[in-house]
Structures are given as structure tokens and as C-alpha cells.
């Protein structure tokens, strides 16, 4: 690992200078399936990823917040580590994926989520759209 995996504050925010879409340095296409799933897609898929636990928690645990994490997680780590998906990537046509495109692995899966439960590791992207729990495991969320 280097600094620059790792972003900093004081640098400031993603530049997209060096290249004309996120994931063109990677041999990602700018549009189209392959190419890095953009932030309004990953919002709706939170949403409904985040919702179907609240409804699961609501049935089985009186919407307890610690059961709506548990849950959250507990599909995300089953999902995207067998699937490459959790259900709410489905509906918005994305997946995640190694960066030479093939198939995340459960372990990848397991650590990706618990970075993403941590909430803080999200808001750390690269300029490929990339969180720092992506970029960890060297993972990248694209179209399908």
C-alpha cells in the first residue's frame, strides 16, 4: 500500500484531470456495461439494500437499529460475496468486481462489507469513483 491509495483530506477532493471518465485509467469504458457505476446508482441500491433490512428487522426484531445493521450486512457479505451483487445492485444493473473484471471472492466480500458498515471509508474516493473499501480490496463497482 502507498499514500496514494489512501487519498488525503489535504489534497482535496477527486480530480478527473488526467482522464476524461472515472475508470478510463483502468481500461474501464465511459459508458455502457463495464464502465464504473456512477453515484445515483449507488445511492438507490443503498437505499433499497437498506430497506429490505429495516423490513426484515421490522417482522423479526421490532426495528431494532443494531438488527437493521446486522442484516444489511449479513446480505451484503452473502450477496456480493457469492454473487458479486446484493439485490439492490440488481435492480440498478451493477456489480462488483475484481479490477481485471473477474468475480469477487466471499473473503473480499466479507471485508468489503465491514468497511462499508463503518460508513467512513465510502466518503474516501479516488477519481474512479472508487472507496477506500473498493480500493482495499481492489474491487470496483460497474455496470452490467
Same mark, same amino acid.
Given at each position: ?29 465511459e459508458r455502457g456495461p463495464g464502465s464504473v457505476a456512477r453515484i445515483g446508482r449507488r445511492v438507490g441500491a443503498l437505499l433499497v ?6 423490513? #426484515?428487522?421490522? $417482522? /423479526?426484531?421490532? *426495528? @431494532? ?9 449479513? %446480505? ?43 460508513? #467512513?471509508?465510502? $466518503? /474516501?474516493?479516488? *477519481? @474512479? ?9 481492489? %474491487? ?5
Amino acid at each position: 500500500m502507498e499514500r496514494k491509495d489512501f487519498g488525503s483530506w489535504l489534497e482535496g477532493p477527486p480530480q478527473l484531470s488526467d482522464q476524461e471518465w472515472p475508470g478510463k485509467r483502468l481500461g474501464r469504458p465511459e459508458r455502457g456495461p463495464g464502465s464504473v457505476a456512477r453515484i445515483g446508482r449507488r445511492v438507490g441500491a443503498l437505499l433499497v439494500d437498506w430497506g429490505i433490512a429495516m423490513l #426484515i428487522s421490522m $417482522f /423479526f426484531f421490532k *426495528s @431494532d437499529p443494531a438488527a437493521n445493521l446486522v442484516i444489511f450486512a449479513a %446480505t451484503q457479505m452473502l450477496f456480493v460475496g457469492v454473487t458479486g451483487h446484493s439485490i439492490g445492485h440488481r435492480i440498478f444493473g451493477m456489480q462488483v468486481q475484481g479490477l481485471d473484471g473477474s468475480a469477487v471472492r466471499p473473503l473480499t466480500g466479507i471485508i468489503r462489507t465491514a468497511l462499508l458498515c463503518l460508513v #467512513i471509508p465510502v $466518503f /474516501f474516493s479516488d *477519481s @474512479d469513483q472508487r472507496g477506500f473499501h473498493d480500493r482495499i480490496r481492489k %474491487t470496483i463497482l460497474v455496470r452490467i
